[in-house]
């Protein structure tokens, strides 16, 4: 009796979800009859459910992601509409944070606004969805911090000089730099989490989210490289924040810039042309922009943290 009452206090601390505890408890052996025939659909037929894959489940890793999702919601929201989520999308466990700056955009090309509203579109949709698969178990909004977060990452870079200040809403290449830095950002962020997610059905959202973002990561680097044609020192900014993502991120020069008027890069990979990963500590060390060399749980754009049990760098 005193095992399995300790087994279930373990399942209880480690699912994040009632599918992963319910898998769980039943791997351990103690699940009752309730609990078995609770992962059996109404027809009988057995629910695919997340399993937990070294000590982080599935529900876990969707939390973390949905923290991501929140932060690109807001930003591009706040720039094509003026406006953030609305109030329903940002509940959850945790704490709820506020959005601290960010405002509409004065653009100038009717195109990159298009291109920012549809995009601002995607990424509300990302949220909605990340929190229905997560059902009582997502996460609320974590603290976002939009103003003093750019302007140190901008002077970490090199892009600004301390005292100056950097505002990605102030225009609309301004806008394309900022969107720059979270873009590549988040798909490193879902090929590196999708090795870690057990169900399949899970497995299959996150490649589907994978892939909008590359979407919206070449739209956002194919139009800086247009950019540079008219301007080359944006060639240069992109390469300084590029840099910095990498000296963040820890070991390794895997991160790219667009190329310049000479050549194209639109695509960063590796030899094989397959595009590269971070693991997400590595990924809240950019997003904390952490430069200490040791693990933190908070700081840059999650001023409190990302909520959710993924939560210190690497």
């Known amino acids: 009796m005193f095992g399995k009452t300790f087994l279930s206090q373990v399942v209880e601390?480690?699912?994040?979800t009632d599918v992963d505890r319910r898998k769980l408890l039943t791997m351990a052996g103690i699940a009752g009859a309730g609990a078995s025939a609770a992962v059996l659909g109404s027809a009988g037929a057995?629910?695919?459910a997340p399993a937990a894959t070294?000590?982080?489940?599935?529900g876990a890793i969707l939390n973390f992601a949905l923290n991501l999702e929140y932060l690109e919601a807001e930003f591009y929201l706040r720039a094509a509409t003026g406006q953030g989520l609305p109030d329903s999308y940002t509940t959850g466990t945790c704490e709820r944070g506020a959005v601290h700056g960010g405002h509409a955009v004065p653009f100038k090309t009717r195109a990159i606004k298009n291109y920012a509203r549809e995009i601002a579109t995607d990424e509300k949709d990302h949220v909605a969805f990340l929190r229905k698969?997560?059902?009582?178990?997502?996460?609320?909004?974590?603290?976002?911090?939009?103003k003093a977060s750019f302007t140190a990452a901008a002077t970490a870079a090199g892009v600004i000089k301390a005292?100056?200040?950097f505002d990605p809403f102030a225009s609309e290449t301004?806008?394309?730099l900022g969107a720059f830095l979270f873009?590549?950002?988040?798909?490193?962020?879902?090929?590196?989490a999708a090795p870690l997610i057990s169900s399949k059905t899970y497995l299959d959202a996150a490649a589907g989210i994978l892939a909008v973002e590359a979407y919206h990561a070449g739209i956002i680097r194919s139009t800086l490289y247009a950019e540079g044609y008219l301007d080359p020192s944006i060639y240069g900014v992109v390469d300084k924040l590029s840099n910095a993502r990498d000296l963040l991120d820890g070991p390794g020069d895997d991160d790219?810039?667009?190329?310049?008027?000479?050549?194209?890069?639109?695509?960063?990979?590796?030899?094989?042309?397959?595009?590269f990963s971070r693991t997400p500590g590595a990924v809240l060390d950019i997003v904390y922009l952490n430069l200490s060399g040791k693990p933190v749980s908070k700081g840059g754009f999650y001023p409190k943290g990302v909520n959710g049990t993924i939560r210190v760098s690497a």
Do not use: C, M
């Open 13 to 16: 601390r480690s699912a994040t």
């Open 46 to 48: 057995a629910v695919a």
């Open 54 to 58: 070294g000590g982080i489940d599935d």
């Open 133 to 146: 698969a997560l059902g009582n178990a997502k996460v609320s909004r974590p603290a976002i911090d939009f």
């Open 163 to 165: 005292g100056q200040t």
């Open 174 to 176: 301004n806008f394309l």
């Open 183 to 192: 873009e590549d950002v988040g798909v490193t962020a879902y090929k590196g």
């Open 256 to 275: 790219q810039g667009i190329g310049n008027r000479a050549y194209a890069n639109l695509v960063p990979t590796d030899g094989n042309s397959i595009a």
